[in-house]
């Protein structure tokens, strides 16, 4: 059955580089950016801020899935070594708690939307707020993974693959 899988190239991946940073950060700029109008909008009191908020938080929850479907993907391949687990088990944990957290808000700001497009409460823009304090959190995570602990990197998928890492 393995024999029809692509081979592993020297990032330990069967395509060129990861995709997941690359979808992970527009998640990540779409998320800031619709809290950032949510917020701009309340203060200036301009609704067309809370439209671009509305926009970039639907299709940073329509993009949160597949941001994580690479991720699974590629931690699981990464073969993370003893001292990479734990911020790797964390990453993955809080990756599918955003994934549900953001669709829920994405949810709620529909149904506030829906009945009045003109206003947010406060307490949605304290959960945007809160939302991006965990979005900061999982960058921190997902740069120690690549920068600390060097997953998918060439050096460390060599010392793997050696043996030198456990």
Not at 22 to 34: D, E, K, P, R, S
Not at 95 to 108: E, H, P, R, Y
Request: glycine residues 8%.
């Amino acid at each position: 059955m393995f024999e029809y899988l692509p081979p592993l190239n020297d990032h330990n991946l069967p395509y060129p580089d990861t995709i997941h940073p690359i979808v992970v950060h527009f998640v990540i700029a779409m998320v800031l950016f619709g809290v950032f109008c949510d917020i701009l909008g309340s203060l200036t009191r301009n609704p067309r801020l809370f439209e671009v908020g509305w926009w970039n938080l639907f299709f940073a929850t329509l993009s949160i899935f597949i941001a994580v479907l690479f991720g699974q993907v590629e931690a699981g391949l990464s073969e993370p070594y003893a001292a990479a687990r734990s911020a790797l088990n964390i990453h993955t944990l809080l990756g599918w708690s955003l994934s549900a957290i953001l669709a829920g808000i994405t949810a709620w700001r529909f149904i506030i939307r829906s009945r009045d497009p003109q206003t947010l409460p406060k307490a949605f823009l304290g959960v945007g707020v809160l939302l991006s304090a965990l979005v900061f959190y999982q960058v921190y995570l997902g740069d120690k993974l690549v920068w600390v602990y060097g997953l998918h990197t060439v050096p460390v998928v060599e010392a793997i693959r050696d043996g030198a890492l456990r």
